[in-house]
């Protein structure tokens, strides 16, 4: 089946850097990419969905001036963590799409740590 | 919004158990409902899904039927298998009937013994 590589699969930083994850869909054309937010022990939630070329539509409640999301190629998104700090620390997971309604495909994580 | 809630675990079965992991749902409509499985170390994969009330999804021994009354599509599987170790979700779009936007529920982490 379809691959999709996240990177990395764990980081640790400080607190006030930035942080960018990276999404690739290995062996097809993304045009939907998703990005997920996973606290301990609550649900995953969808944090942002962003299209090839266009800006990123963001769920109610995430900063989209903290987590700038950027789906430049159809292979490759990336989510930026800006200023971290330590409640930004998760584990975010992001998905792919080729077309609307098409079968997802998973990236196996970033676990994000801010000390 | 749609909404959904699953069992919480961890669940601890014995090889060839029967496993059943509840989960109901609150929606607008009559969505799509998906349960997702991720083994260690991988990324979430599609294990089943159903489109329609009534409807039955099944894949790998697995099967989970569509039910509008109770507004729950509960996971089931006859006879467990040590490689059936994982975390499973169950998801339902956010909104609208779009397979993209999924919401998913917490998460139930099933360990199989030998």
């Known amino acids: 089946g379809a691959v999709v590589s996240q990177h990395p699969s764990r980081v640790i930083c400080k607190s006030g850097t930035s942080v960018k994850i990276e999404c690739r869909s290995l062996d097809f054309q993304a045009t939907t990419m998703f990005w997920y937010r996973q606290f301990p022990k609550k649900s995953l939630m969808l944090m942002a969905t962003?299209?090839?070329?266009?800006?990123?539509?963001?769920e109610q409640g995430v900063e989209k001036d903290k987590f700038l999301i950027n789906h430049a190629s159809l292979t490759l998104s990336t989510l930026t963590v800006t200023s971290a700090h330590p409640e930004d620390s998760s584990f975010y997971i992001c998905s792919a799409q080729a077309n609307p309604n098409e079968k997802l495909f998973f990236g196996s994580g970033t676990q994000l740590s801010v000390l | 919004g749609n909404s959904v809630t699953q069992m919480e675990g961890p669940v601890t079965l014995s090889e060839e158990a029967f496993l059943t992991i509840n989960c109901t749902y609150t929606a607008t409509g009559y969505p799509s409902l998906f349960w997702y499985v991720q083994y260690p170390g991988e990324g979430l994969q599609l294990l089943l899904k159903?489109?329609?009330?009534?409807d039955k999804g099944s894949n790998k021994g697995f099967e989970a039927t569509y039910r509008k009354e109770t507004t729950s599509f509960h996971l089931e599987k006859g006879s467990v298998q040590v490689s059936d170790s994982a975390v499973y979700f169950c998801a339902l779009p956010l909104w609208g009937g779009s397979q993209g936007n999924l919401i998913f529920g917490k998460g139930t982490k099933l360990s199989v013994k030998p």
């Open positions: 159903a489109t329609k009330a009534d």
């Open positions: 962003s299209n090839e070329g266009s800006k990123a539509t963001y």
